[in-house]
């Protein structure tokens, strides 16, 4: 079977021959370790690959992403990138007066102008599974644009000016999955950090009153034009994850290990598909191959009945030896657990 095919039977819950691959490659891996990239996906090649699209400048637009010094956004955020190729931290964001949100307008030439006849192109050049990382991340970009604490606080409030302000991001968010969803691509993300190691950074009910529906209607355009809906968030989001699956998002990557993620298995199994990664910020670059191998056997003995349901999935950062990464892929391909 092509990846492609792997992928999709594991995204239907149907056999297998073998775990299917999401390997992602941070910008500072493929700048300063080109040679370890390039033997990791020789040895262990994803059968995902990403759906890149050059997206235009905005008219907020200033300096460059990825280069040091400041950079503005097309939403009008600007982050500092401490060096080359490494992600930037937030440090303006433009509706930090709430009254400038009366006259804020999102990005929409950035849609109007963007070419997926490119993306269109290496989808129709691979037998890959193509998945499209789009912008949508209401919850992160409403922190963003109005500062992380005032965000948090509009919510747990109910102020009305995030309602106006999300409502203004969706519109957005719902062209760009409408794009998406006529392009070649055969999935789609998007995310938002809901969790940290304690628990959700908002209340169960601020996720289900202001983010739920938005979510559902991402699923119902996508899902409408035959494209599967992946969604990625980091900490423990255990209070929202059945909400998740309820949505009928396909696949779900979080922080397993933050989570009881076998009680989660043994209730969700057969309903999403666990896109399952190992912990990338102290298992990943501080253990051993060795405690790799062991985290991916829990993993193996939670999610893997050879059935599909679960992707092995690595985002290899700088910070990770490549020992581990062999490790842990090397694991993912031994024999199916006892259970299966």
Same mark, same amino acid.
Request: proline share 5%.
């Given at each position: ?149 005032? *965000? @948090? /606080?509009?919510?747990?409030? +109910? ?6 302000? %999300? $409502?203004? =991001? ?92 076998? *009680? @989660? /298995?043994?209730?969700?199994? +057969? ?6 990664? %190992? $912990?990338? =910020? ?59």
């Amino acid at each position: 079977m092509t990846s492609r095919d792997r992928v999709v039977l594991t995204l239907n819950h149907q056999p297998v021959d073998r775990i299917a691959r999401d390997l992602r490659v941070s910008s500072e891996m493929k700048l300063y370790h080109g040679d370890e990239v390039g033997e990791m996906q020789f040895r262990f090649a994803s059968d995902m690959i990403k759906a890149l699209l050059r997206w235009p400048r905005g008219e907020r637009s200033r300096g460059k992403s990825r280069e040091p010094g400041d950079h503005t956004d097309a939403w009008g955020c600007t982050w500092h990138v401490p060096k080359r190729g490494a992600i930037g931290a937030l440090v303006d964001s433009p509706l930090a007066d709430p009254a400038a949100i009366a006259g804020y307008r999102p990005p929409l030439e950035i849609l109007e102008r963007a070419d997926l006849s490119t993306v269109n192109e290496r989808c129709a050049g691979t037998s890959r599974f193509a998945l499209a990382w789009s912008q949508t991340k209401p919850l992160e970009r409403l922190q963003a644009l109005r500062g992380p604490g005032a *965000a @948090l /606080a509009d919510l747990g409030a +109910g102020n009305a000016g995030a309602r106006r302000l %999300l $409502d203004m =991001l969706h519109e957005f968010s719902c062209r760009e999955m409408e794009m998406w969803a006529q392009s070649d691509v055969d999935g789609v993300v998007f995310s938002d950090d809901w969790g940290s190691p304690d628990g959700l950074i908002v209340s169960p009910d601020v996720f289900r009153d202001f983010f739920k529906p938005l979510y559902g209607q991402y699923c119902e355009i996508l899902h409408a034009h035959d494209k599967y809906a992946f969604f990625r968030s980091d900490g423990d989001i255990t209070e929202i994850f059945g909400d998740l699956v309820d949505l009928g998002i396909d696949a779900v990557a979080a922080q397993w290990f933050a989570m009881d993620f076998e *009680a @989660l /298995a043994r209730e969700y199994r +057969g309903r999403v598909t666990f896109w399952g990664e %190992l $912990d990338r =910020l102290r298992l990943m670059p501080l253990g051993t191959p060795e405690q790799v191998r062991a985290a991916v056997r829990r993993l193996q003995r939670a999610l893997d009945f050879g059935r599909g349901g679960v992707i092995a999935a690595c985002e290899w950062g700088a910070a990770t030896p490549f020992t581990n990464v062999a490790a842990m892929f090397e694991q993912w391909q031994q024999p199916l657990p006892i259970h299966a």
